[in-house]
């Protein structure tokens, strides 16, 4: 999991999150409120509900964001995460503390990379 988060507030704009999403080289970052986890912005986010629907750069991340995104504790095993995610649909999995406070990111590709380093060959 990424232990360096990128993290915005509901109140800011989606191009702002967009350019800090760019800058770091992310495909999401984490709302919170008063260190809590809120929700979820992803680039496919910006695509459907801003991109495609011609929607204005200004909108406000809170308009967009998925609000109480599905999410783990890091004591959850990978196969939980693994077959969280894919019940689920989703690409991105935050990790959170017993406070709901955001203390990591699990991805779909984090999962890809892990699963390469336990392969197992099939004879």
């Known amino acids: 999991m990424t232990r360096q988060l990128i993290l915005a507030t509901p109140e800011e704009t989606v191009q702002t999150i967009a350019m800090r999403m760019t800058d770091a080289r992310v495909s999401s970052i984490l709302v919170v409120e008063e260190e809590r986890l809120l929700g979820i912005v992803t680039d496919r986010d910006l695509r459907s509900r801003i991109l495609a ?3 204005s750069s200004d909108t406000l991340v809170r308009d ?3 609000l109480n995104p599905v999410s783990l504790t890091p004591d959850a095993l990978v196969m939980q995460a693994q077959t969280l995610m894919s019940e689920s649909n989703i690409h991105h ?3 959170v503390d017993e406070q709901q406070r955001a203390v990591g990111m699990l991805t779909a590709a984090d999962l890809l990379r892990h699963q390469e380093a336990q ?3 099939i004879d």
Do not use: E, H, N, Y
């Open 64 to 66: 967009i964001m998925t």
């Open 93 to 95: 999995l935050p990790i």
């Open 53 to 55: 629907l011609g929607g």
């Open 119 to 121: 392969s197992i060959a």
